[in-house]
C-alpha cells in the first residue's frame, strides 16, 4: 500500500518506522522540506517528499501535524484527492467526520 504521512516528529516519524517495518511505500513530508528528513530516509526506506506530494501520493495520507497547524497546511491540499476525510486529533482524542468545519478538506 502506498502510504502518505504528512508530519515527521513523534507520531509521524513512528508511523514512518512502523510502516515502512511492515512493507508498505511511504513517503514523508514536513513543515521544513524534503532535505531535513535524510535520517529518517535513510533509516527506514521512506521517499521524502513536499507536502503536496504527500497529500496525493499514498492510498492512505495521514496527517500527524498539531491540529492548530492545519491552517498552516496549503490551500486545497486535499481538494480532488479524498472522499472521505477523518480528523482525529491525539492531543484530545476527539474524531469528527470530513463535514466539520476542523476537516482541512473544508477549511478556506
Do not use: W, Y
Not at 66 to 74: A, S, T
Not at 82 to 102: C, L
Amino acid at each position: 500500500m502506498r502510504i502518505g504521512i504528512i508530519g515527521a516528529g513523534h507520531i509521524g516519524g513512528t508511523l514512518t518506522r512502523r510502516v515502512t517495518a511492515l512493507g508498505h511505500q511511504v513517503v514523508v513530508a514536513n513543515s521544513r522540506g524534503p532535505l531535513t528528513l535524510s535520517d529518517l530516509v535513510s533509516e527506514t526506506g521512506a521517499t521524502a517528499v513536499t507536502v503536496t506530494e504527500a497529500a496525493r501520493s499514498g492510498e492512505i495520507v495521514i496527517v500527524t501535524i498539531p491540529l492548530r497547524n492545519i491552517p498552516e497546511l496549503p490551500r486545497n491540499l486535499f481538494d480532488g484527492t479524498f472522499e472521505n476525510v477523518v480528523v482525529v486529533d491525539t492531543s484530545t482524542t476527539t474524531r469528527s467526520s470530513a463535514t466539520d468545519a476542523s476537516s482541512p478538506s473544508k477549511m478556506e
